[in-house]
T-cell receptor, first 110, second 114 residues
């Protein structure tokens, strides 16, 4: 079964801690993306990667970091520098024009 | 600067009737448009797309219309069903230059009443 997995579904952290969100895909897609969704807002692009070992900042990259060491994996680190980290985080991959999304991770920082 | 806008935060429709969701964009370089459906606490699922060389694309109960001169697209769902109740996002991209990077609208909450 091909798809995108994100883990965990829910994540809780204390303020000041870095946290890494996992994203894995077995669709053999080259491009991968990270978005965050806040209540009443659309999806905003954090980072994207078109190929292994390459990634670009999206619209709201401050306070986040990523790596792309393998085609299948695109982990996102939410650092302590991110001012409002509590949100729903979505990972996607694409080949061509359509993006396919994972189930998301709800991160709560207190 | 919101390049893709969905000006209606919510829409309520009776089962069996037509649902029309609207989306406006400002960037004339966008050449590919998509609609996604999203349930709470889940990832969006792709519904239907349209290229800028077309003005209509149909898939079952879903039809997307594109008016390039008005920079406007709409999604029609006929007939609407209670299971269609979800948040609908429109998205736009520049296929030739942006490697699939999508710009999303804010979403419209559709509620279909039995």
């Amino acid at each position: 079964d091909g798809g995108i997995t994100q883990s965990p579904k829910y994540l809780f952290r204390k303020e000041g801690q870095n946290v890494t969100l996992s994203c894995e895909q077995n669709l053999n897609h080259d491009a991968m993306y990270w978005y965050r969704q806040d209540p009443g807002q659309g999806l905003r692009l954090i980072y994207y990667s078109q190929i292994v070992n390459d990634f670009q900042k999206g619209d709201i990259a401050e306070g986040y970091s990523v790596s792309r060491e393998k085609k299948e994996s695109f982990p996102l680190t939410v650092t302590s520098a991110q001012k409002n980290p509590t949100a729903f985080y979505l990972c996607a991959s694409s080949i061509g024009g359509e993006q396919y999304f994972g189930p998301g991770t709800r991160l709560t920082v207190t | 600067d919101q390049q893709v806008k969905q000006n209606s935060p919510s829409l309520s429709v009776q089962e069996g009737r037509i649902s029309i969701l609207n989306c406006d964009y400002t960037n004339s370089m966008f050449d590919y448009f998509l609609w996604y459906k999203k349930y709470p606490a889940e990832g969006p699922t792709f519904l239907i797309s349209i290229s800028s060389i077309k003005d209509k694309n149909e898939d079952g109960r879903f039809t997307v219309f594109l008016n390039k001169s008005a920079k406007h697209l709409s999604l029609h769902i006929v007939p609407s069903q209670p299971g269609d109740s979800a948040v609908y996002f429109c998205a736009a991209s520049m296929l030739g230059t942006s490697y699939g990077k999508l710009t999303f609208g804010q979403g419209t909450i559709l509620t279909v009443h039995p």
